[in-house]
């Protein structure tokens, strides 16, 4: 086994890692404007059925630090569940599916379907942060998406 090591090894190869953030910068709660890249349905591992959406910011942002610079096309992730729970009934993801499509094509009546309208479509949603839980880092979540004015 050979143990010389290349002399052109980049040194945050050989730093300490102790310093390095393991998770995504989380962007502070406000308005953004984000742009559609992907709309998909999916089953989950649990078998609820699931239309995932990836976005991605439209502008340079900091975090919620203030000294991290985020670029834009930071990837957003947001997912609407389309299993109805007691606490999550069949109006809310109604609601949910109609202000996604109203914020990304300004249309309030039309089919959802199909997924490929939405992609390239600007949107502008609240994001907030949401907390650390089942072994996931803290991450930025839509708290909802803004609709045009009627």
């Known amino acids: ?86 606490n999550y009934p069949e109006l809310n993801i109604q609601r949910r599916l109609k202000q996604f499509r109203m914020a990304a094509t300004g249309e309030k009546a039309g089919s959802f379907f199909p997924l490929q309208q939405y992609s390239g479509c600007t949107v502008k949603a609240t994001l907030k942060v949401q907390e650390a839980k089942d072994g996931f880092d803290e991450r930025n979540a839509i708290a909802r998406y803004i609709t045009p004015k009627e």
């Open 1 to 86: 086994m050979d143990t010389e090591q290349p002399s052109d090894i980049p040194t945050i190869l050989t730093n300490d890692t102790a310093n390095y953030r393991s998770s995504l910068p989380l962007l502070p709660k406000d308005d953004y404007t984000l742009k559609v890249k992907e709309v998909k349905y999916t089953t989950s591992e649990k078998g609820s059925k699931l239309v995932k959406i990836q976005l991605t910011t439209c502008e340079d942002h900091y975090d919620v630090t203030g000294k991290e610079l985020i670029k834009a096309g930071f990837p957003i992730f947001d997912q609407i569940s389309l299993t109805e729970t007691e």
